[in-house]
């Protein structure tokens, strides 16, 4: 395929920006060579600079679970963009939105609006602090939260470690605070909440964790979380940045059942634009400003524009039968993949819920944790993911991404693309085609 115009683009964004791009995995580091610098959009397909079409299956990272330019969503940001872009005051459109959203959802009674998942997350952990009058945090290992401060912490080994920043500008006094714990280990929870209960504000999980493979938990280990953290006066945080809306309306809270005290929006509730959203109980969420003593606001929040395309997305997202769909659709695709790796004695396994797959190459029937991902296993992803641009796929430019199914995917290219791959994939691991770090 020709890169010519990626190519000049992405040496020219290098003089603009670090690393040439405004989001760090966007560079390709990973998997080596040129970004592609995307034109367009259409239904399941994104057509670069150079006017090659790719099949998408990293959908904006996930918020578009319509597929790109969806005639409902776009109609409806025409409409709103006609009548300004923005006030600074409130409009009948957050309304629209925070409907749709709370009386189909059981698990929050109110809820903010803010700009990003990351802005979200920083929001509910400062509420979960102001409401327990407490400071530390546990995360796990393998989660990811964004980019606030606090989140940006990952722990070597062992119980309890004590957050050790993985980004430099972290202060040790906020790194401190949060306390990293592998996923789906009871013991190691009890033993942390049993030592730090009494200065424990929350436990905060991404209760599908997909930004590190697809380490897909236990629900006997989430029902346990939300035990042990009742217990202890603990508010259980779940961030459903990328599961809500997307593993069913009710997001991971709905398919498990379980009831955190705070959850997180982001990515599909703007449908492609910058929304985030943190809901709770009204009696928590009354904590904040200005109601409450605990202060957070945003400039662009509940942007017009951007509740226009939450509202036509989330509108569609309601439909019947949207999600058994979109599943449906997904096992196809994956139920492909993985007879074909069977059949062929292949250390490789997609797993997936609901319309979210990662692939693994592994032999191992689960992987729950961070450290039981193979990191050498990744050249095999890298060699793979050439041969997949050279195809016409696209996938998120690394290994560790999950990958996204969207409704404009239909079951015949699903089908075709998996059938494709397995050429790709049986050619991966034969080594006939090098590793290309250009
Ligand atoms: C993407 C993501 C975030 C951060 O959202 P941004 O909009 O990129 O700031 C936070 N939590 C989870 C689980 C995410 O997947």
């Given at each position: 395929m020709k890169k010519e115009q990626s190519e000049k683009l992405y040496s020219k964004a290098k003089e603009y920006f670090p690393g040439g791009v405004?989001?760090?995995?966007?560079?390709?580091?990973?998997?080596?060579g040129t970004p592609l610098f995307i034109d367009r959009g259409e239904g399941c397909y994104v057509f670069d600079a150079d006017g090659n079409r790719y099949l998408d299956f990293c959908c904006s990272w996930g918020p578009l679970i319509l597929g790109h330019a969806h005639s409902k969503v776009v109609e409806k940001i025409n409409a709103t963009v006609q009548r300004g872009t923005s006030f600074g005051a409130p409009t009948r459109l957050e309304n629209e939105l925070a409907e749709l959203i709370i009386s189909n959802?059981?698990?929050?009674e109110k809820l903010r609006f803010v700009s990003s998942g990351t802005e979200a997350v920083m929001s509910a952990i400062r509420l979960a602090r102001a409401y327990t009058g407490k400071n530390r945090i546990i995360k796990f290992d393998g989660c990811y939260h964004g980019h606030a401060d606090a989140m940006l912490v990952k722990a070597g080994s062992?119980?309890?470690?004590?957050g050790i920043s993985s980004?430099?500008?972290?202060p040790e006094s906020v790194a401190g605070d949060t306390i990293v714990l592998p996923l789906n280990d009871e013991a190691a929870m009890e033993a942390a909440i049993n030592k730090h209960k009494d200065d424990l504000a929350a436990v905060i999980i991404?209760?599908?964790?997909?930004?590190?493979?697809?380490?897909l938990q236990d629900k006997s280990y989430l029902e346990f979380l939300r035990d042990i953290t009742r217990k202890h006066n603990v508010l259980l945080i779940f961030?459903?940045?990328?599961?809500g809306f997307r593993?069913?309306?009710?997001?991971a809270a709905g398919f498990y059942g379980i009831k955190p005290d705070i959850l997180t929006y982001g990515k599909i509730i703007g449908g492609g634009m910058p929304v985030g959203a943190y809901g709770a109980s009204a009696a928590i969420m009354q904590?904040?400003?200005?109601?409450?003593?605990?202060y957070q606001g945003g400039t662009?929040?509940?942007n017009p524009v951007a509740m226009a395309a939450g509202i036509a997305t989330l509108t569609e997202c309601l439909k019947k039968d949207f999600y058994e769909s979109l599943e449906k659709k997904t096992n196809t695709f994956t139920g492909i993949l993985n007879s074909f790796a069977k059949e062929n004695n292949l250390p490789f396994k997609v797993f997936s819920i609901g319309s979210i797959f990662w692939f693994a190459?592994?032999?191992?029937?689960?992987?729950?944790?961070?450290?039981?991902?193979?990191?050498?296993s990744m050249t095999k992803f890298n060699t793979l993911y050439h041969e997949l641009l050279d195809h016409g796929i696209y996938f998120?430019?690394?290994?560790y991404e999950v990958g996204f199914i969207s409704d404009a995917h239909t079951e015949e290219i699903l089908s075709d693309a998996a059938k494709g791959i397995c050429g790709m994939l049986k050619k991966t691991f034969a080594g006939s085609s090098p590793l290309r770090i250009d």
């Open positions: 405004n989001s760090p995995v966007r560079a390709f580091r990973s998997v080596g959802n059981p698990f929050i062992g119980l309890a470690t004590f980004s430099a500008g972290v991404e209760p599908v964790p997909a930004n590190n493979g697809l380490l961030d459903e940045v990328i599961s593993i069913g309306f009710t997001g904590k904040i400003s200005p109601d409450g003593n605990v662009l929040s509940g190459f592994s032999e191992k029937e689960k992987i729950q944790r961070a450290d039981e991902i193979d990191s050498e998120g430019p690394s290994g």
